[in-house]
């Protein structure tokens, strides 16, 4: 009875070893087919904007303050569609890139659900996330003087923190992406949000939207970047 027992043991054994077993239990997960904001995240974000999106070199999108002013449908289509002529590449498979429409939406709620902060600005209200009119070039320069020029040098090129002018610099990033910088700030470079530039005088919209038109007017014209010693090539 024992050896009949354990003949039916080894028997059992054999068959949760089969090979048709184990090709189902170690099936390749198609790239397409991932679910999981952990591994989408870390496969397709973290390079640029840091393991917990607060990354010092780009906006951070776990910045709750850039959460408050960016809604879904935002992040969204940044992922999507990316930032044409930035180093933030499409990722929609709408855009030619490689993520499901699925895949998107599961960036968008995780980043919510994991660094969204409803209630972190208490009552402050922070400016709009895109500009609703065009800018005051001259005007922007007085503001970039009152809230900016202690850290970035009264031109701009430099003081306790870097050159905010430079031309290489200009010519990678976008208008929308000063104009959310300057309203969420660097928080992994010490860099403050809208309110903390001048102690007691957060930055109107319009001081936002003005002090980027002028940062833009400082930015060369392709013909001109492609010549420039220090421009992109």
């Known amino acids: 009875m024992m050896k009949y027992g354990a003949l039916i043991l080894v028997a059992g054994l054999a068959a949760c070893g089969s090979p048709?077993?184990?090709?189902?239990e170690t099936?390749?997960?198609r790239p397409n087919e991932v679910t999981d904001f952990r591994v989408l995240y870390k496969q397709n974000?973290?390079?640029?904007?840091?393991?917990?999106?607060?990354?010092?070199?780009?906006?951070a999108i776990g910045n709750p303050v850039?959460?408050?002013?960016?809604?879904?449908?935002?992040?969204?289509r940044v992922i999507e569609q990316g930032r044409?002529?930035?180093?933030?590449?499409?990722?929609?498979?709408?855009?030619?890139?490689l993520l499901t429409d699925t895949q998107v939406d599961v960036l968008v709620r995780g980043m919510r659900e994991r660094w969204?902060?409803?209630?972190?600005?208490?009552?402050?209200k922070p400016p709009a996330y895109a500009a609703s009119q065009p800018g005051d070039t001259a005007r922007g320069h007085n503001v970039f003087t009152t809230f900016c020029s202690s850290c970035h040098g009264s031109d701009g090129r430099g003081?306790?923190?870097?050159?905010?002018?430079?031309?290489?610099?200009?010519?990678?990033?976008?208008?929308?992406h000063l104009r959310t910088l300057t309203i969420t700030g660097m928080p992994a470079l010490g860099a403050p949000d809208w309110r903390g530039n001048v102690p007691g005088k957060p930055m109107s919209?319009?001081?936002?939207?003005?002090?980027?038109?002028?940062?833009?007017?400082?930015?060369?014209?392709?013909?001109?970047?492609?010549?420039?010693?220090?421009?992109?090539?």
């Open 116 to 124: 969204a902060r409803p209630g972190a600005l208490g009552s402050d």
């Open 45 to 59: 974000c973290s390079g640029c904007h840091g393991i917990d999106g607060q990354e010092a070199l780009t906006v």
């Open 27 to 29: 099936r390749v997960i």
């Open 20 to 24: 048709g077993r184990r090709a189902a």
């Open 159 to 176: 003081g306790r923190a870097g050159s905010i002018v430079d031309t290489s610099y200009l010519a990678l990033v976008s208008d929308q």
């Open 66 to 76: 850039y959460l408050a002013i960016a809604d879904d449908a935002t992040i969204r």
């Open 205 to 233: 919209d319009a001081d936002v939207t003005d002090v980027v038109a002028w940062l833009a007017a400082q930015r060369l014209p392709l013909s001109a970047q492609l010549n420039h010693p220090g421009g992109s090539e």
């Open 84 to 97: 044409p002529g930035t180093a933030m590449p499409a990722f929609g498979q709408t855009a030619g890139g």
